[in-house]
């Protein structure tokens, strides 16, 4: 037995690979491998580029990248330590304040702010009321600067005086657009933006007083999440920290939502690639068998044998690897300059570990999928050079299967990082391919009876199929797995975006009213009707605060930083309604019924029910303007947030509060170029408050436009990938068709002939793949619509139409991808066999 050390052998698999770079496996199997790291590579960067790209534009609805906020100041050390971590600091302190002139009284929430702020985003402002906007530093001390409606509401013009409280300021600009309004929609209006130096002389905040600290924060991810480790023990009962995704519920959905869509997408590009990658495999390991049985006699051992191919396979692995990483960092810097106008101008690069991942992601995939079939070269028998008839002895189903599930389940979850989204597709491919192979071979097997009254070609055709029926199906399956990826993306890229952009419509509420008085509700409501084609109802408002659950202090059932903790240091905007909301859906419980004691009912939002652990029959109790009021929970609702409809976290029965002063709440859509309108509206109700939103939908529809362009992208890999497996399939049966072609030739086939059967057994292919693609897609759509997007699923007609694009698609492809087998002299095959 010889014995050949680690250099030589990895020498002669150099060697070796070098000779057999032509052979057709290997270019197939260097083209998928390539496509899988491309595409994951790309896809990693464009995801955590686009990811943190968006995530710059949504730290502009907090005005930096990292919020520190409380209703008292922040302790010194809580400031130096970040200061010492090189974030860049801006203080803001908020605060109500009475504006008074000539004119009248205002009420107005006032910002006072230092000169750093703000640290993400633009402060924009007009030389006067309606005139063009522009953007620059804010007001220096001595100054203010206040939204338009003030200056209506007062009869206020630029230079004049206005007072917050003892301090006497020159309003100098209009103030058009703060990039951290959007994220507070209950913030009073109007705004009047002044200097912090200022504030002290105000006289305004007093120990008592109502105002809100906010430390604002910019810097490295590394830096910020430094920081958070560092003061996120220690932060006082009234402080929270808020990221981008914390601080608005609508953008972060977006952002989660917008994730999910991609890596969905970028699923079926790698997986495509995964799948030329072991048919390619199983071509390479079964062309090898003679070589294997001559090393095996010229005396190498098993391992010895085994080791040289597969050192083969990792060299071919890590250099198409590291090629691949390559395209697809050029392939994303490629996109993001053809998308420069719709992104943010300042974009992360990203870092090594997209590459990293991408390489990671095409050596799993060769490793799962080619090792099984690999793994048979070292058990040929070295008698096969005598008799090419002997086989290897096959390796263990379970081995074989086991490691492309797991290479599959590792690569899904790397993309996904979402265990129900990997077994959801995981789960939902599996079931699709053994139920559909089990029919395709009940199908081809019932072909058999229609083969004697066909003409020649179809026999011809139909024949080779039938030959090799197992062969055959798996085939189909992975040509179906090309049409059911292309069908999914053009389901992901129109119907479930559609379906989100139709969450966000073009009239969506864009205002908010909020404290319409009693005494105006039904004026108010009329001249609403007048402005907007269809405005929400005005729904009762009474603050109130969550203080017992069951006779227990709210405060030591929720955990600390949980949705229900925020919820309870606050006070609630309470409400009653006779009907169900538009936009909520009862999960448990009955809308209102007749209760067995005397308790009102309260309906609780879903998520919030959760966080308290709250179910229904729970006893619980307000404090509502200094009296405590006792409801029992009656149902529990899940609220679409992303409806901008006025929602609430608690709707009582009708009568339980109506004996409270209450103001009134409503949402509606204002046209734009109607300000003038939405002036003479404030002048008419000069005690409502009104509120704009155009800007938080604005950043919604951006970040839907930049998603489904990174969709488009990835369809391309996923056509790159898909070309990668049919000609992978072609090539694994390329040899066979080689010898039939040349034996059919000898004995007097015409060419026309072969062509045409290739054409029957291809066009049939194709349709069988298609059909089996448009089960499938809506197998798996079901699944997905219901698991993991939880959206009411429905039948999709135009799936019909991929057998004809199969058959198509394959029968073009086939015959283009087997010409060899047509062009090959008959009697250079018949001497080599």
């Known amino acids: 037995m010889t014995h050949l050390p680690l250099a030589r052998l990895l020498s002669l698999a150099t060697r070796q690979l070098l000779r057999d770079a032509r052979a057709g496996e290997l270019r197939v199997l260097f083209f998928a491998l390539l496509v899988a790291v491309a595409a994951s590579t790309a896809i990693g960067y464009f995801s955590a580029r686009l990811n943190d790209g968006m995530l710059m534009r949504a730290t502009e609805f907090l005005g930096a990248d990292l919020l520190l906020s409380g209703s008292t100041p922040a302790a010194p050390e809580q400031v130096s330590q970040g200061k010492q971590l090189?974030?860049?600091?801006?203080?803001?302190?908020?605060?109500?304040?009475?504006?008074?002139?000539?004119?009248?009284i205002q009420l107005a929430s006032v910002k006072a702010a230092d000169s750093a702020y703000p640290l993400r985003g633009q402060l924009k402002s007009a030389a006067e009321p309606y005139a063009a906007e522009q953007t620059g530093p804010g007001p220096q001390p001595g100054e203010a600067w206040a939204e338009a409606r003030l200056f209506a509401a007062l009869e206020l013009s630029v230079g004049d005086t206005i007072e917050v409280g003892s301090k006497p300021l020159t309003l100098r600009r209009v103030l058009t657009y703060e990039p951290d309004r959007a994220g507070d929609f209950y913030s009073l209006t109007p705004r009047v933006l002044m200097h912090l130096d200022d504030l002290a002389a105000t006289g305004v905040v007093q120990p008592g007083s109502r105002?809100?600290?906010?430390?604002?924060?910019?810097?490295?991810?590394?830096?910020?999440?430094?920081?958070?480790q560092v003061i996120g023990t220690k932060l006082a009962a009234n402080q929270r920290l808020e990221d981008a995704r914390d601080g608005n519920r609508q953008i972060g959905s977006a952002l989660g939502r917008a994730e999910r869509y991609l890596n969905l997408a970028s699923l079926a590009a790698v997986l495509l690639a995964g799948v030329a990658v072991a048919l390619s495999a199983a071509r390479f390991a079964a062309r090898r068998f003679d070589t294997s049985a001559l090393l095996r006699c010229l005396g190498l051992s098993r391992n010895q044998a085994l080791g040289l191919f597969g050192l083969q396979l990792a060299l071919l692995g890590l250099g198409t690897s590291l090629i691949g990483a390559l395209l697809g960092w050029l392939a994303q810097h490629g996109l993001f300059y053809l998308l420069q106008g719709l992104l943010p101008a300042q974009i992360p690069a990203g870092g090594l570990w997209p590459a990293l991942a991408g390489i990671a992601t095409g050596l799993v995939a060769l490793?799962?999928?080619?090792?099984?079939?690999?793994?048979?070269?070292?058990?040929?028998?070295?008698?096969?050079?005598?008799?090419?008839?002997?086989?290897?002895?096959?390796?263990?189903?379970?081995?074989?299967?086991?490691?492309?599930?797991?290479?599959?389940?590792?690569?899904?979850?790397?993309?996904?990082?979402?265990?129900?989204?990997?077994?959801?597709?995981?789960?939902?491919?599996?079931?699709?391919?053994?139920?559909?192979?089990?029919?395709?071979?009940?199908?081809?097997?019932?072909?058999?009876?229609?083969?004697?009254?066909?003409?020649?070609?179809?026999?011809?055709?139909?024949?080779?199929?039938?030959?090799?029926?197992?062969?055959?199906?798996?085939?189909?399956?992975?040509?179906?797995?090309?049409?059911?990826?292309?069908?999914?993306?053009?389901l992901l890229r129109g119907e479930l975006l559609d379906t989100w952009q139709d969450q966000l419509p073009e009239q969506a509420p864009n205002h908010f009213a909020l404290n319409v008085l009693p005494a105006d509700k039904d004026a108010f409501a009329a001249r609403l009707a007048e402005l907007s084609p269809h405005p929400a109802p005005l729904y009762p408002v009474v603050p109130g605060r969550l203080t017992l659950i069951n006779g227990e202090p709210v405060r030591q059932i929720v955990s600390k930083e949980s949705q229900g903790e925020r919820a309870i240091r606050r006070d609630l905007s309470l409400t009653w309604a006779a009907d169900l909301p538009e936009g909520n859906q009862l999960l448990a419980g009955d809308w209102w019924s007749a209760s067995s004691d005397d308790l009102p009912g309260v309906s609780v939002e879903s998520e919030l029910a959760e966080s308290l652990q709250l179910k229904l029959g729970d006893r619980l109790r307000f404090n509502v303007g200094g009296l405590d009021r006792d409801a029992r929970v009656s149902n529990l609702r899940e609220v679409d947030w992303n409806s901008f409809q006025p929602n609430f976290y608690m709707i009582f029965e009708p009568g339980t509060l109506q004996d409270l002063p209450v103001t009134y709440l409503t949402s509606f859509y204002l046209p734009p170029q109607q300000e003038r309108r939405l002036v003479e509206l404030s002048r008419a109700f000069p005690?409502?408050?009104?509120?704009?939103?155009?800007a938080l939908l604005a950043q919604l529809r951006s970040i839907l436009a930049q998603v489904t362009l990174a969709?488009?992208?990835?369809?391309?890999?996923?056509?790159?990938?898909?070309?990668?497996?049919?000609?992978?399939?072609?090539?694994?049966?390329?040899?066979?068709?080689?010898?039939?072609?040349?034996?059919?030739?000898?004995l007097g086939a015409e060419r026309k002939l072969l062509v045409q059967a290739r054409r029957a057994e291809f066009a049939l292919l194709g349709a069988i793949s298609g059909l089996l693609a448009a089960i499938g897609c809506e197998l798996i759509s079901f699944l997905l619509y219901r698991y993991a997007f939880d959206l009411a699923w429905h039948a999709h007609p135009w799936l019909l139409l991929l057998p004809a694009i199969g058959a198509l698609l394959v029968g073009g492809a086939g015959v283009l991808g087997t010409r060899r087998a047509l062009n090959v002299s008959p009697l250079t095959v018949l001497r080599e066999g």
């Open 86 to 104: 090189g974030l860049e600091h801006s203080q803001v302190v908020e605060f109500s304040s009475v504006i008074a002139s000539d004119a009248g």
């Open 687 to 694: 005690a409502v408050t009104l509120l704009q939103v155009e």
């Open 711 to 746: 969709i488009e992208f990835v369809l391309l890999f996923v056509l790159a990938a898909g070309l990668a497996v049919l000609f992978a399939g072609l090539q694994a049966t390329l040899d066979e068709r080689i010898r039939q072609g040349a034996l059919l030739r000898a």
């Open 367 to 490: 490793a799962g999928f080619a090792l099984p079939p690999l793994a048979a070269l070292g058990r040929v028998p070295p008698l096969r050079v005598l008799r090419r008839d002997l086989l290897p002895v096959p390796a263990s189903s379970w081995l074989v299967y086991g490691a492309a599930l797991f290479a599959l389940g590792l690569i899904m979850w790397r993309l996904s990082l979402d265990l129900q989204l990997t077994f959801v597709l995981l789960g939902g491919g599996l079931i699709t391919a053994l139920l559909l192979g089990g029919l395709l071979l009940l199908g081809l097997q019932s072909l058999r009876r229609l083969l004697a009254r066909s003409s020649l070609h179809w026999r011809l055709g139909l024949g080779q199929l039938l030959r090799h029926p197992l062969a055959a199906a798996g085939q189909a399956l992975a040509f179906g797995l090309i049409l059911l990826a292309m069908a999914l993306i053009a």
């Open 211 to 228: 105002v809100r600290y906010r430390e604002l924060w910019r810097g490295t991810p590394q830096a910020l999440g430094a920081y958070r």
